[in-house]
Nanobody, 124 residues
Framework: QVRLVEAGGGLVQAGGSLRLSCAASERTFSNRGVGWFRQAPGKEREFVAAISWSGGATTYADSVKGRFTISRDNARNTVYLQMNSLKPEDTAVYYC?????????????????WGRGTQVTVSS
């Protein structure tokens, strides 16, 4: 497993932007796809975005498509989630996760390493 640490969450007004980061410690993201998920109070965890090892393949939830961008810097063992045009419904705890293999995956059970999450709150 890979230990992951998220950062960059906070409070922002609707229409604003945040950039989340997910850093791997002890071991790298080598040859692993990485995804972002989120969980709002009282709701199930949902897929947000995923990226392959090379960064050549990405996929997004329909709710964030065109507003969020996932990227990675393998030299820094870090994956980013740039979030623009934020809406109050984006409020949630955001988690990054590393997959067991390369590729893009939208289902949580395909990921075996998870961070502890970072809170994003969007005010109206």
């Amino acid at each position: 497993q890979v230990r992951l640490v998220e950062a960059g969450g906070g409070l922002v007004q609707a229409g604003g932007s945040l950039r989340l980061s997910c850093a791997a410690s002890e071991r790298t993201f080598s040859n692993r796809g990485v995804g972002w998920f989120r969980q709002a109070p009282g709701k199930e965890r949902e897929f947000v975005a995923a990226i392959s090892w090379s960064g050549g393949a990405t996929t997004y939830a329909d709710s964030v498509k065109g507003r969020f961008t996932i990227s990675r810097d393998n030299a820094r063992n870090t994956v980013y989630l740039q979030m623009n045009s934020l809406k109050p419904e984006d409020t949630a705890v955001y988690y990054c996760a590393a997959n067991r293999a390369d590729g893009v995956f939208t289902i949580a059970r395909h990921y075996d390493s998870w961070g502890r999450g970072t809170q994003v709150t969007v005010s109206s």
